[in-house]
């Protein structure tokens, strides 16, 4: 993970950190700082992709039989979400014509 990426994840909420307890388990916390709406904003377009997108069903699917339960799956793809849309701002900035947000 680049620093672009992980900082557009802390921003969002959607960044995991070892957990103090639950740290000899290798168990995770989320982090509570960043962005609420910009999170809220992330969760309604990783469930409308849910209901709508195959591959998205699909990877949600590959996450879980990998032993992920299903809230630490939706987070994985929020963090997808997030860096695509990351890139769009960026790109917007750079003056990119390229705008895709294919998973």
């Not at 995991?16 to 740290?23: D, K």
């Not at 709406?37 to 699917?61: M, P």
């Amino acid at each position: 993970m680049t620093f672009v990426d992980s900082s557009s994840a802390a921003a969002t909420s959607t960044t995991a950190r070892p957990g103090t307890a639950t740290r000899l388990a290798g168990g995770r916390r989320l982090n509570r700082g960043g962005n609420r709406q910009a999170n809220s904003a992330l969760y309604t377009v990783v469930l409308a992709r849910l209901r709508w997108d195959s591959r998205t069903r699909g990877y949600i699917d590959r996450r879980i039989a990998e032993g992920k339960t299903r809230r630490e799956a939706l987070r994985c793809l929020k963090r997808y979400v997030a860096r695509g849309i990351h890139r769009l701002i960026a790109s917007s900035n750079t003056g990119s014509e390229t705008h895709s947000l294919a998973a």
